[in-house]
């Protein structure tokens, strides 16, 4: 039985951090023998705000060495970096001559981005259009995202069946999979904003490499509701975060936790919580101490990823282009 393909992929910027292992690494490790995985490193994404460069090198190793070591194996999952591939640039142009100038306006992400500022870099604007050829390159049947990210998967899906229209079967359609245990983590000092490897303050996330008294101390300084009393609902959105956490580290069912805590303070849950997160990250700090010591290996294992989707990426480009009349 074929698997399905699926592709994802994460920026390289900032510190890797807790959301970005719950809300997809540890779901792409857990699949990875169920799935044909392709990860991408998607560094020219990154450049669409200004980055410095030798920080930018460093991060595009860091979040290699993050994946590799939440558990996704290189030799079961392709993982590579994005511009090693010129095929997503050159797809991403055939894209914007399909794509409509409102559809990118439309786009949510765009408008937070660029809110308030005089000037936005064109990369800004239709990098959409760079993660719909990042998708479409490799036939991907499945990408999971979280909610936020559905609009860009609907784009490509749009794109796609737009030059499909005109050229039968030039794309295959992928389907968003969100996860509903997959839950979206937020921000520790601000539950109505996602948890941001770009947050100006370190105390809103929880970095992949914090120790362990760190990780304390972000725990205890998290934001949380009014009142004592440990609930899981919206009312309470702080709280619910924290729980989530909790269940995206344990598997432990958030009606089970408030079970545990009830008669119990915020002091307790936190204090517990910090334990949970801290034992949750032990081994992939571990993993990353190792890899850490063989940068050959984690350069290895780029190269071999970026070989072992080229095939695919240069057929699909191939046949797009011959089909617009290009080759």
């Known amino acids: ?6 592709f994802s992929g994460i920026q390289p910027t900032g ?5 970005n292992y719950l809300g997809a690494i540890k779901h792409w490790a857990a699949e990875q023998d169920e799935k044909d995985n392709i990860f991408c490193v998607v560094d020219l994404h990154a450049i669409t705000l200004p980055q410095d460069p030798e920080e930018l090198r460093a991060n595009i190793l860091e979040t290699a060495k993050v994946i590799m070591a939440s558990g996704v194996d290189p030799e079961k999952s392709a993982i590579f970096v994005q511009s090693n591939r010129p095929e997503h640039s050159e797809l991403a142009w055939v894209l914007n001559c399909y794509t409509q100038m409102g559809e ?3 786009m949510t992400q765009y408008k937070e981005k660029g809110a308030g500022k005089q000037s936005v870099p064109v990369g800004l604007y239709d990098y959409p259009v760079l993660m719909a050829a990042d998708i479409l390159l490799y036939d991907a049947q499945e990408v999971p995202v979280g909610d936020d990210q559905k609009q860009h ?9 737009r030059i499909n229209g005109k050229h039968k079967d030039a794309f295959v359609l992928p389907e968003p999979n969100i996860k509903k245990e997959a839950a979206r983590i937020m921000a520790l000092d601000n539950p109505k904003k996602k948890m941001s490897k770009s947050a100006d303050g370190a105390n809103s996330y929880i970095a992949i490499r914090d120790d ?9 300084k998290a934001v949380t509701d009014s009142g004592t009393e440990i609930v899981y609902s919206k009312d309470k959105p702080a709280l619910a975060n924290l729980i989530n956490i909790y269940t995206g580290f344990t598997g ?29 990250l032990a081994p992939i ?14 350069a290895k294992a780029l190269a071999d990823g970026s070989q072992r989707v080229a095939p695919i990426a240069a057929a699909t480009l191939s046949r797009i282009k011959l089909e617009i009349g290009l080759g």
């Open 153 to 161: 998967v609907e784009l490509a899906r749009n794109i796609a069946k």
């Open 252 to 280: 432990d069912k958030a009606e089970d936790i408030v079970k545990n805590y009830q008669g119990k303070g915020y002091a307790d849950f936190k204090n517990d919580l910090a334990e949970v997160i801290i034992q949750g």
């Open 15 to 19: 510190s890797a951090h807790i959301g």
């Open 1 to 6: 039985m074929n698997k399905k393909r699926v």
């Open 285 to 298: 700090q571990d993993k990353l101490e190792e890899l850490d010591q063989h940068p050959e290996y984690v």
């Open 212 to 220: 362990a008294e760190t990780i304390r101390r972000k725990v205890r």
């Open 104 to 106: 990118l306006s439309r």
